[in-house]
């Protein structure tokens, strides 16, 4: 086997792992960031608006990391706005193609060294403590010894492979479904929106008393209409999709959500799929999905070219270069965040990073949980759900922190892993001690708190 060494080892390249690997290269680590795919950045990439970032009330509630990100994507034309969604939240939309640059050029700027198309496949453990990831590639199998990790593999496998206890699966039913994201350009926003106007009963809106303040259906749709951006979420039990779903010309969906991703190709992006898996990480489940998933691609596209005013001319742009999976392991953590953590919009004095969307549970055929945040406000992500039971040397983050079901369906977007990244790729970094064993626990909150506010993390001053 070969062997490599550093200080940190970040693994998983999706939007927690890129923010904890440059929290980490920042702060004095010797970072190697692990990726078993092609490119970073994962569903970054896809061209899903950055949900988790901006409160109902517009507040920004992630940053730091993230606004560094967003400067890149700016300076390149790649930026599209802050947008509302008139549903439920606000969130940050971009050019997905301009992010796999920008992504690359972040990580690679902070000194991190890159390891894409590496597979982690074990551990070595001494103790509580992880001493070495064993990684697959083209040059073999390499042991990459390390003193202190982060996993932000999403499904915690690092974790996992370390022995470290999970938390449960929660019913009732499957994990959220997995999907896939793709594109259309060619996309006339005039005469989308209104058709959004004259229809207000195919559309969601003003879910989250926040959000609708006071306004009638109708209201709103004039306020999605003065927005002038291709920022739609058909329901699917509005009659449009509804009917479609009867007559079999598209699949059962709660929403086709469409997002604007890049104005000069009059691009969006669109999150319509769903395919219901019991176990999402069986390697031959994930696959016969991929083959329902391209097939409603396909029919999601001609849906809307034939019934949605603006796709006439639309056509397939682009694809997720890998099926979205939205739930699977969950650390078990220090601390286990609860739904009312979530729902009450609640403040801890250990937070080290904040969430804001709803519990955003979609489930299978139409069905679908969206239950705001109280107030359109925030909740604060404290450092123990961060913290896997039974490591010394470890920080998870993004979807697989410790929490229920009901807080993992907000806290699992964008904003907020990047948030808890940041906050992980610190902790380990402050962690570093010379010819001793890392223990992540001794640094304290506080202390970590004080440097995250340094570096442009937001920890308070929010609803
Ligand atoms: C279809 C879909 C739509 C969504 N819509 C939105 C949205 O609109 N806005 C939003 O903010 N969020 C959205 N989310 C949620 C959000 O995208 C994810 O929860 C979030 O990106 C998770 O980030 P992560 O970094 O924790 O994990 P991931 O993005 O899953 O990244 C983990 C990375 O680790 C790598 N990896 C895993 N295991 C290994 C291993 N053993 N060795 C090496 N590498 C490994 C993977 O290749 C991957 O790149 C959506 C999710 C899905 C699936």
Redesign the pocket.
């Given at each position: 086997m070969n062997a490599k060494e550093c200080d940190v080892v970040v693994?998983?390249?999706?939007?927690?792992?890129i923010a904890a690997a440059v929290a980490s290269a920042r702060n004095g680590a010797r970072t190697i960031l692990?990726?078993?795919?092609p490119m970073l950045g994962?569903?970054?990439l896809t061209g899903?608006?950055?949900?988790?970032a901006i409160n109902a009330r517009g507040e920004q509630i992630s940053a730091g990391v993230l606004d560094d990100l967003l400067a890149l994507c700016r300076q390149m034309g790649g930026f599209v706005a802050p947008l509302n969604d008139w549903r439920l939240i606000q969130?940050f939309a971009y050019d997905p193609e301009i992010m796999k640059i920008a992504v690359a050029q972040l990580v690679y700027d902070a000194g991190v060294e890159v390891l894409v198309q590496?597979?982690?496949?074990d551990v070595v453990r001494v103790g509580e403590t992880v001493t070495g990831v064993v990684v697959r590639n083209k040059s073999g199998r390499t042991l990459i010894s390390a003193k202190a990790f982060v996993d932000?593999?999403?499904?915690a496998?690092l974790c996992f492979m370390a022995g470290a206890p999970m938390l449960p699966a929660e019913g009732p039913g499957n994990p959220q479904p997995?999907?896939m994201?793709f594109r259309m350009a060619g996309v006339e926003t005039e005469p989308l929106l209104r058709f959004v106007r004259e229809n207000p009963d195919y559309v969601a809106v003003g879910e989250s008393d926040a959000i609708r303040g006071g306004r009638t259906d109708q209201q709103i749709v004039e306020e999605i209409y003065k927005q002038g951006q291709p920022c739609v979420f058909l329901k699917g039990n509005g009659d449009l999709m509804r009917k479609a779903i009867e007559r079999g010309e598209l699949f059962a969906t709660a929403l086709i959500m469409m997002q604007p991703t890049a104005p000069a190709r009059k691009e969006v992006c669109i999150?319509a799929t769903r395919v219901s898996l019991k176990d999402p990480l069986a390697p031959e489940s994930i696959s016969n999905a991929l083959r329902s998933l391209v097939q409603q691609v396909h029919q999601c596209a001609q849906f809307l070219i034939r019934n949605v005013p603006g796709f006439e001319k639309a056509s397939l742009s682009g694809m997720s270069p890998r099926v979205?999976?939205?739930e699977t392991r969950r650390i078990e953590g220090d601390y286990v965040m609860t739904p009312e953590d979530v729902l009450e919009g609640r403040k801890r004095a250990d937070g080290v990073a904040k969430g804001c969307h709803h519990v955003d549970i979609h489930q299978d055929g139409t069905g679908q949980i969206r239950i705001p945040v109280a107030n359109g406000g925030s909740y604060d992500i404290p450092l123990g759900s961060l913290l896997p039971k039974g490591l010394g040397n470890v920080v998870a983050?993004?979807?697989?922190l410790s929490a229920s079901r009901e807080a993992h369906g907000s806290a699992?977007?964008?904003?907020g892993?990047m948030a808890m990244?940041q906050a992980a790729g610190t902790l380990t970094a402050m962690s570093l001690r010379q010819n001793a064993a890392v223990d992540v626990r001794a640094i304290g909150v506080e202390r970590l708190r004080t440097r995250l506010l340094e570096q442009g993390a937001v920890l308070a001053g929010t609803a």
């Open positions: 693994l998983g390249g999706g939007s927690a792992g692990v990726e078993g795919g994962g569903e970054l899903m608006t950055i949900d988790g969130y590496t597979y982690a496949e932000a593999s999403g499904d496998d997995v999907s994201m999150n979205g999976i939205r983050a993004g979807r697989c699992r977007v964008m904003g892993c990244g």
